[in-house]
């Protein structure tokens, strides 16, 4: 009502102004009309009337004004003597007229044209008066009257008749306007009632115009965050009736508010957990896939805290403010991420060069040659000074802020940082590999990385096997003391924890009796028909395009298998989807061509009309994109040569609540400690590749069922909320050595929180 009541206002006032700056234009006008109509016929008589005066025929002056008796707008005319006495006038006119108007008086006194509007017993009027001059004096004056009632309210009527036109136009348009927003309104209104008094599906539907896409996408974020909500506390509650003890993001976050006690928490990662770019004619925000994002974010949003992290979109610069800060996520921000830009030397010598061709082959020894160039070491020096310039600035004023340093891109910032702000907790992440000591002393420049990690104070690694190895390599390498049986470092009087962090994915829990036979078999025939191929049994990888994954064999497996098995010829396609990875790199160039050859031969040699064995998909895929693969998979591959963790192998058990599929797991995974109900294989024995393959496609279903169950249980427990909490907990327990003043002299504060238990699955040595 209030809107309908200010659109007519608003607009009758609107019409109002109009139509009365019209009506008087349009009065305007007419009197113009009027004046110079009547000087026209005064003009045109002024002969005629001087000539029957100059003979004194009265007779014919008075025909003369007698014609105009007839006319519909024209009262009369009347001839005045020099006395102001009319000697001759239209019969009629005279009864109309309270004596001689001023206008004709003036006329023959002063001489020359005039005329008035003036008010007479038969209304308003007219009257143009015009002298006659035949030597010097005034003979007579001609006087023309006109009838101008048609100037007054007729034309006030006519606007008044306008402005009920346009209330009669916003009335239609307020019914037009509340019948159709009002249905799509009432929708939508009806969707949300629907979420919010059942978790069943929402009814309503979306209005598809223009100018409520501000509020779908609103009303969309609220939904979600609705259902986010009440899946929390369904999960929450399911798992106290069960007596479980299950980190979730909602726990993760209360269990840091208490261990960061107000600090805030500083994270710093080459990848950015937000990227913009140019998308069309706007710019478009996405999410890197990262379990890092999934993992950090609850804390980081609990504590306002800071990510420092490489600019990489292309549209960053117009998103940040001059410093590279800007409030992240972009529909509810609640932490800051710090944006820091690379020039592209900067970026080809520290990340392509010495972390990508240097310290990544390094640690995954997968026989492929590391490449360490004294120009790459400067620029990794150089960037890890830049990052460790953003991070102090950004911890200026932050009394003892927590620092999480990931991965192998920034092993000097710890040492960088704690120079400068020994108060600082600081702990660095490795997420890939740390192979023996043998293999670290290839690197010219060793002791420098291990000094530089040494100053965190706790540095985590996936499985103890890796913080074994580092502490040998630390041993051999650097003058320190290590304690074996506490796991830690003793360097220049610094103390630093050598602990196994095992990473996992974000995991619900859920179990369901898969999708239900129809749908399942819908979601196959769709994924079958998109890979143009028709095969009862399907099989998945997921990769990076890296030499570390072996996928040229598990191809060479596939291979063998159709061999050793020619039934599962035209019945078993793998689907390879292999994201392009560090392409401007020599080695990821021939390794993707050598990947496509495989698949191309394995297909020539194997392929029919409707089927071939292998699917390679080099591209990159969502998560969304890649779940159906999962699911529908009979078996999923994880052939690594090489690796700290491998997520793919728990993405693929965290999918699969239907409880069905195999996982073949390589030996030389992390996951492979964790995952014993894997079927775990050797990828550079291809017959014994082959064999796993033919085993899962052979194994009952009840089997699948008790090995999923046992594998989702593991992941469920040791799920990524689990390693950041129990990261951070373990960061927040560590003795701080702070030089401190008292009374002049300089003295060590010693502070220590109690540190969070451990997990049981990496509280042992392994």
Not at 141 to 148: F, L, P, R, S, T
Not at 311 to 332: K, Q
Not at 612 to 631: A, D, G, T
Request: one cysteine or more; glycine letters at 6%.
């Amino acid at each position: 009502m209030r809107f309908t009541f200010r659109l007519a206002v608003s607009l009758t006032a609107v019409s109002a102004v109009f139509a009365i700056f019209q009506s008087v234009e349009e009065v305007r006008t007419l009197r113009n009309d009027v004046e110079r109509q009547a000087r026209v016929l005064a003009e045109s008589q002024q002969t005629a009337v001087r000539q029957a005066i100059e003979n004194g025929s009265m007779q014919d002056l008075q025909a003369l004004v007698e014609r105009f008796r007839s006319h519909d707008r024209i009262a009369g005319m009347a001839v005045y003597n020099g006395e102001k006495t009319p000697i001759a006038i239209t019969p009629g006119l005279a009864t109309l007229l309270d004596g001689t108007p001023t206008a004709v008086a003036k006329a023959l006194s002063m001489g020359g044209e005039h005329g008035e509007f003036f008010r007479a017993s038969g209304g308003i009027m007219y009257v143009c008066a015009l002298p006659l001059l035949p030597d010097s004096h005034t003979l007579a004056a001609i006087g023309i009257y006109q009838k101008v009632a048609f100037l007054g309210s007729p034309v006030w009527r006519h606007a008044l008749t306008g402005m009920a036109q346009v209330l009669l136009i916003v009335g239609v348009t307020l019914l037009i306007v509340r019948w159709s927003m009002g249905r799509t309104l009432r929708h939508m209104a009806q969707w949300l009632r629907d979420l919010r008094i059942s978790n069943g599906s929402a009814t309503g539907e979306f209005p598809k115009e223009e100018m409520f896409q501000p509020l779908t996408s609103e009303v969309t974020r609220l939904a979600h965050s609705l259902k986010t909500a009440r899946a929390a506390a369904a999960e929450e509650a399911r798992l106290r009736d069960a007596s479980l003890s299950v980190w979730t993001a909602e726990r993760l976050r209360i269990a840091m508010e208490s261990k960061l006690n107000g600090r805030r928490l500083f994270a710093v990662s080459n990848r950015e957990p937000y990227e913009h770019t140019y998308d069309g004619g706007g710019i478009r925000c996405s999410v890197p896939p990262s379990g890092l994002v999934t993992a950090l974010e609850p804390v980081l949003r609990t504590c306002d805290g800071t990510w420092i992290a490489q600019a990489t979109g292309d549209a960053d610069r117009e998103t940040a403010d001059e410093d590279g800060r800007l409030r992240v996520p972009p529909d509810h921000p609640q932490y800051r991420l710090r944006r820091v830009w690379l020039k592209q030397n900067e970026q080809d010598g520290f990340y392509l060069g010495f972390a990508n061709e240097g310290l990544w082959p390094l640690c995954h020894i997968a026989h492929t040659r590391p490449m360490f160039r004294t120009e790459d070491w400067e620029h990794y020096q150089n960037v890890n000074r830049k990052f460790a310039t953003a991070l102090l600035d950004e911890m200026k004023g932050e009394k003892e802020p927590f620092v999480l340093v990931q991965d192998y891109h920034f092993a000097l910032l710890p040492r960088l940082v704690k120079e400068k702000r020994p108060d600082a907790r600081v702990a660095l992440f490795w997420h890939i590999p740390w192979p023996n000591p043998e293999a670290v002393g290839i690197c010219p420049w060793q002791r420098e990385l291990l000094d530089g990690m040494l100053g965190a104070d706790l540095i985590g690694f996936h499985i103890q096997a890796h913080c074994n190895n580092f502490l040998e390599t630390v041993d051999r390498a650097l003058e320190s003391r290590i304690d074996w049986e506490n796991f830690s470092v003793n360097r220049r009087d610094r103390l630093t924890k050598v602990r196994p962090f095992p990473i996992s994915v974000a995991f619900s829990g859920e179990r369901s009796a898969a999708l239900g036979s129809e749908c399942r078999e819908k979601e196959r025939a769709a994924l079958l028909r998109e890979l143009d191929v028709t095969a009862p049994f399907i099989g998945v990888g997921v990769d990076r395009v890296d030499y570390t994954k072996g996928i040229a064999e598990r191809f060479r497996g596939i291979e063998r298998l159709l061999e050793l098995c020619p039934e599962y010829r035209e019945k078993l396609t793998f689907v390879q989807i292999g994201a392009p990875s560090r392409t401007l790199i020599r080695r990821y160039q021939d390794l993707m061509a050598e990947v496509e050859g495989e698949a191309e031969r394995i297909n020539r040699r194997f392929r029919t009309s409707s089927w071939r064995p292998i699917v390679f998909l080099n591209r990159h895929h969502s998560h969304e994109e890649i779940l159906p693969y999962y699911r529908q998979a009979d078996f999923c591959l994880v052939t690594s040569l090489h690796d700290g963790m491998n997520l793919v192998a728990k993405e693929y058990v965290a999918a699969r609540q239907d409880e069905q599929g195999a996982l073949i797991l390589s030996r030389f995974t992390g996951a492979s400690h964790e995952l014993a109900d894997a079927l775990v294989v050797n990828p550079y024995d291809t017959d014994e590749l082959a064999d796993a393959i033919h085993r899962a496609l052979l194994m009952p279903a009840e089997e699948q069922r008790m090995r999923m169950a046992r594998m989702r249980a593991v992941v469920q427990e040791n799920n990524v909320f689990r390693w950041a909490g129990s990261l951070i907990g373990e960061l927040a327990g560590v003795r701080l050595e702070i030089p401190a003043q008292s009374g002049g002299k300089a003295h060590r504060k010693e502070v220590e929180e109690p540190a969070a238990p451990l997990p049981a699955a990496i509280s042992g040595v392994q």
